[in-house]
């Protein structure tokens, strides 16, 4: 099987603090990661793409320079977020695509962050 | 107008029933489409690919209207464990690989 694993599952911070966010494909190359956010009741939107080796990729109204991503080995992205706010307090989850297979994506199990 | 849209529900069904959930989509270039699950606080997990021709995995039965851009799920005799939201979901043109959410229709089966 593909499986992707993310870590941490649940964070609390207080307003002002970085959380950084793992996401590992455990027995495939992950070429491509992708970074998703969900809202309460509310579908899952794309933060942004990465490709190993190469900068992010980030949706329209998604700040850079406040989520920071990562993405330096075929098993490994990490997403930053920087300066947290409440407002930023959500479901995270990433998932990953071997090469070639950009539609097939593997998803983790999300980290819900919680801005204090 | 939303690029995905699907009723979010809740549809509430008596165990044996057999439900139907609709969506549609806007961009007419689209090129793959599938339906994941989404248990509550957990990630999606792909439930099926779509087709126009028609794709059924037991009793789970998915069609593809691409004239109406138009996706629908069909699942019959409904179980318990069939609780959860049903996403549709439709990659974005080009090779990005960018999948494109819906809402999610939620599904409560009761005994």
């Known amino acids: 099987g593909a499986v992707v694993s993310q870590h941490p599952s649940r964070v609390i911070c207080k307003s002002g603090t970085s959380v950084k966010i793992e996401c590992r494909s455990l027995?495939?190359?992950?070429?491509?990661m992708f970074w998703y956010r969900q809202f309460p009741k509310q579908s899952l939107m794309l933060m942004a793409t990465?490709?190993?080796?190469?900068?992010?990729?980030?949706e329209q109204g998604v700040e850079k320079d406040k989520f920071l991503i990562n993405h330096a080995s075929l098993t490994l992205s990490t997403l930053t977020v920087t300066s947290a706010h409440p407002e930023d307090s959500s479901f995270y989850i990433c998932?990953?695509?071997?090469?070639?297979?950009?539609?097939?994506?593997?998803f983790g199990a999300g980290t819900r962050l919680s801005v204090l | 107008r939303k690029e995905v849209e699907q009723d979010p529900g809740p549809f509430n069904v008596p165990e044996g029933a057999t439900v139907a959930f609709n969506c549609t989509y806007s961009n007419s270039a689209s090129q793959s489409f599938f339906w994941y699950r989404q248990d509550c606080r957990k990630e999606p997990k792909l439930l099926m690919s779509?087709?126009?021709s028609g794709n059924e995995d037991g009793r789970f039965t998915a069609q593809l209207n691409r004239a109406s851009q138009y996706i629908s799920l069909l699942i019959r005799d409904s179980k318990l464990s069939d609780s959860a939201t049903y996403l549709c979901v439709v990659t974005d043109t080009g090779n990005t690989g960018k999948l494109i959410f819906g809402q999610g229709t939620t599904l409560q089966v009761k005994p």
């Open positions: 779509v087709y126009s």
């Open positions: 990465s490709n190993e080796g190469s900068k992010a990729t980030y």
């Open positions: 998932s990953a695509s071997r090469r070639g297979h950009k539609n097939i994506q593997y």
């Open positions: 027995d495939f190359q992950a070429t491509t």
